[in-house]
Every structure is written in structure tokens, then in C-alpha cells.
């Protein structure tokens, strides 16, 4: 199921994607690019969700989490020079309800203004 432009989606960055000033392009780069959408799980809830999911410690933490809205997201993709219509589906599973992936081939270039496109999110300052 296609997920509504209205909506917004997010995606945990860690410390491997995230030098402290700039978010690695790779966050996005490729096929079926695992998202999460915010109109399922809170942002809040995510934080957790996230560690569970992505942290594997001491080497890899959460350390933001990105979010962009569907409809942004697909103008990127229609504006970028090498035009991508690109689309979020539904992909809820057990460990997140709130799954979701872009299945379409992202390039490094796209890759690039989809994270500067990023609203960035800190950790709350009570976990």
C-alpha cells in the first residue's frame, strides 16, 4: 500500500551515517531503503524503537533521527536530473508496525538531497 503524500516518514541515523556535522548520502542510497512512518509511531516512541532496532554497541548508536515528508520526498525524486518517480510503501512488520520502504533505486546524487533535505531530530534530553 502507497503511502499518502500528506504523511511523514523518518529514519534513524547513526553513528555510522553521521560524522557530528553532515549525514552520509548512504542513508538513502540504494533499493528498499527502510523507513518508518510517523502517522503509525510518534516520533517520541521512535527513539526506542530505533535503539531496539538499529544500535549494535559500542560501535553503531543512534544518534538522530531524520524525517521528510512523502510529498518533499517525491518532488526530490521528480525534480532530480535523472527523474525518479519515487513511492513509500506499507511494509509493517513485528518488530516495527510503522515499517515502511522506498522501493526505488536511489543514486548517490538523489541520495545526497534527500539528507539535506532532512529535518534533523535530537534525542530527547530524558533518555
Not at 553521521?18 to 540504494?30: C, E, M, N, Q, V
Not at 528498499?32 to 531496539?52: E, K, T
Request: charged share 30%; proline share 8%.
Amino acid at each position: 500500500m502507497a503511502i499518502a503524500p500528506e504523511e511523514n516518514i523518518v529514519r534513524g541515523i547513526c553513528t555510522d551515517k553521521w560524522d557530528g556535522t553532515h549525514i552520509a548520502p548512504s542513508l538513502f542510497k540504494g533499493k528498499d531503503v527502510s523507513v518508518s512512518r510517523l502517522a503509525i509511531v510518534p516520533l517520541v516512541d521512535h527513539w526506542d524503537l530505533f535503539r531496539r532496532l538499529l544500535e549494535k554497541p559500542p560501535e553503531r548508536r543512534l544518534e538522530l533521527i531524520g524525517e521528510i515528508n512523502v510529498g518533499h520526498l517525491q518532488q526530490l525524486g521528480n525534480d532530480y536530473k535523472h527523474k525518479v518517480e519515487l513511492t513509500v510503501e506499507a511494509k509493517p512488520n513485528d518488530s516495527n508496525p510503522a515499517h515502511a520502504e522506498i522501493p526505488q533505486r536511489i543514486t548517490r546524487g538523489l541520495a545526497n538531497q534527500i539528507v539535506n533535505a532532512l529535518k534533523r531530530h535530537m534525542p530527547p534530553a530524558d533518555r
